[in-house]
């Protein structure tokens, strides 16, 4: 089983840039997919951005095309997430998932099973 961790998050004003982490340990060869999403209070859990292991493609929600970039390090088992232009409604608690032997992208939250402890991001107005 994978484990997967986050860091990066914080408080940044309007305007501002956060990258995100998420590093996997364990056995990763199985794992094709990485996923961000992210919660705020009083919301359901929401698909984010999402890349592929092997190819490098990548899949974002419409609101954060041209804000944020997924990128990952395969030697580093590390995904990031580069988040520009911050808004207000970026603030949530962002989590990166996966799950075994998922091969093609999907944006729903119920279909991963691997996730890690989530990171605040606030962004003040």
């Known amino acids: 089983q994978v484990q997967l961790v986050e860091s990066g998050g914080g408080l940044v004003r309007a305007g501002g840039s956060l990258r995100l982490s998420c590093a996997a340990s364990?056995?990763?060869?199985?794992?094709?997919?990485m996923a961000w999403f992210r919660q705020s209070k009083g919301k359901e859990r929401e698909f984010v951005a999402g890349?592929?292991?092997?190819?490098?493609?990548?899949y974002y929600e419409d609101s954060v095309k041209g804000r944020f970039t997924c990128s990952r390090d395969n030697a580093k088992k590390t995904v990031y997430l580069q988040m520009n232009s911050l808004k207000p409604d970026d603030t949530a608690v962002y989590y990166c998932?996966?799950?075994?032997?998922?091969?093609?992208?999907?944006?729903?939250?119920?279909?991963?099973?691997?996730w890690g402890q989530g990171t605040q991001v606030t962004v003040s107005s």
């Open positions: 998932a996966t799950r075994q032997s998922l091969q093609f992208f999907t944006s729903g939250p119920e279909n991963y099973d691997v």
């Open positions: 364990g056995r990763t060869s199985n794992y094709y997919i």
């Open positions: 890349i592929s292991w092997n190819t490098g493609n990548t």
